[in-house]
Every structure is written in C-alpha cells, then in structure tokens.
C-alpha cells in the first residue's frame, strides 16, 4: 500500500495530496498543471515536500516530523517518464538492464525473458533507441523500470508523445501490465479513456487538490471540473 499525505508550493500552485493505494492501478487524473506529475516526482523522491508523509507498505520514505527522506534510488521505485529516457547510444537491451546495474540487482536471465515477452520487444534487442517508433521506446523504457525489480511503478503519461495510432498500439501492452506484472502501479493521466480502461481507483486532482478518489465513476461529466474553471493564474502553467 502507499499512503501519501504532503504538501508542497511551486510558484502560484500549492499542492496538498492524501490518499492511499491499495495495488492494482491508481490513477493520478486532472488537467495540465493540477500537480499530478510533481506528486509522482515526491513520491520517486526527485523533489522534497515542504512538509507531510510517504510509507510504502508501511516504510516509510519520506516523513518530514522525523526527518525521514529515503535517497531516490533506495527506494525501488519504478519510474517512466513521458518520454522514456533511453540512452541513445545503448542498444536496447543494454538499455534494459542498464538500471538493474545501476541498482547494484544481479542479473536475472528468467525474469529478462519475461519481461521482454510481456511487453512483446524480443525484435528491437538489437536496435538503438534512435530507430524506434514511439510506442516502441514507451515499451522499452517500461521494461527497464520492471527489471530494477520496483515495489511501485509510477507512469507519467507514457502515452502523452503518442500518436492515435502508436496509442492503440501501446495500449494492450499496458493492460497486459497491469494483469500480469502484479506491481502496483500510479499512472498519471489527463486522458478519461486511457483512465476507465487501466485503472482500478482514481484520485481526480484540480488545482493542486485532491478532489474526489474512488472508482472510475469519478470521471463521470457530473464530477468532473469545468474547462474553464481554472482561475486565469493557474492556466497555462508548465506545472503538471
């Protein structure tokens, strides 16, 4: 389980997030610059918050009462980013196992395998990233994230890059991950289709507020925030 409670202010937007995860896929959804990645950077400990809480089955990884800050890469969390961050001049299977080296994670041949036939990338082993299409980076760079062995997998929208059809593409993939994986997932989005289809809980954020979690039933129109409801300072922020 994750419990997150923190808060945190970046320029004009103050974030204050609680909620807890109990596997499967949550969801972090909301539109640009309601915080949702810079929860996920907290989380992965990229950026402190200024004050609050993050356990992850019951350890805890940040805790600003003890002073408690788990270095980012102690904490075997999984990370994709929206543009997958490969290294151009590996090949991909370098590539694959270059964060399992960098973790100090011996080798492991079976779960390789694995991992490479569930994202189905057995064909681009050989390849550098330069030649691959979208989808095919997103795929690898998932692959990655898996092999480091995570207890949490947080995807910042892996498909935002994408065309419609690299997205129809990489999208059986993800459910397949979510089936079969059994790692906890985040997967921050902006995307109501990509949500109901991945997702088992969602935490809807607006303004850098949690304002509703549960079931999919809360990216229902009812529930949803106006386009426009954002006050003039918090649109077109780069914040997300």
Do not use: C
Not at 17 to 29: D, I, K, Q, S
Not at 72 to 98: C, E, T
Not at 121 to 143: C, T
Not at 154 to 165: G, I, N, R, T, V
């Amino acid at each position: 389980m994750l419990e997150v409670d923190l808060t945190k202010t970046l320029g004009v937007l103050s974030i204050q997030a609680r909620f807890a995860t109990a596997g499967g896929v949550t969801a972090l959804f909301g539109p640009s610059g309601s915080g949702k990645t810079s929860i996920v950077n907290m989380i992965a400990g990229l950026l402190t918050p200024d004050a609050g809480r993050i356990a992850l089955d019951g350890a805890l990884l940040f805790d600003s009462a003890s002073g408690v800050s788990v270095a980012a890469h102690r904490r075997r969390v999984g990370y994709v980013f929206q543009d997958g961050r490969l290294f151009p001049h590996l090949s991909v299977r370098a590539n694959l196992v270059f964060g399992r080296w960098m973790s100090g994670i011996a080798r492991d041949p079976a779960e390789e395998a694995h991992v490479i036939d569930l994202l189905g990338i057995d064909r681009l082993l050989a390849r550098r990233p330069g030649s691959l299409s979208g989808g095919e980076k997103s795929r690898v760079a998932i692959g990655r994230a898996l092999l480091m062995k995570p207890r949490l997998l947080l995807l910042d929208e892996p498909m935002a890059s994408l065309d419609e059809a690299r997205k129809v593409e990489i999208m059986p993939y993800l459910e397949r991950l979510r089936d079969e994986a059994r790692v906890p997932m985040v997967y921050v989005s902006h995307a109501a289709d990509e949500v109901r289809r991945l997702a088992s809980q969602v935490v809807r954020l607006d303004h850098g507020q949690v304002v509703a979690t549960g079931g999919i039933d809360v990216l229902l129109p009812a529930a949803m925030p106006a386009a426009d409801a954002r006050p003039p300072s918090a649109q077109g922020r780069a914040v997300t």
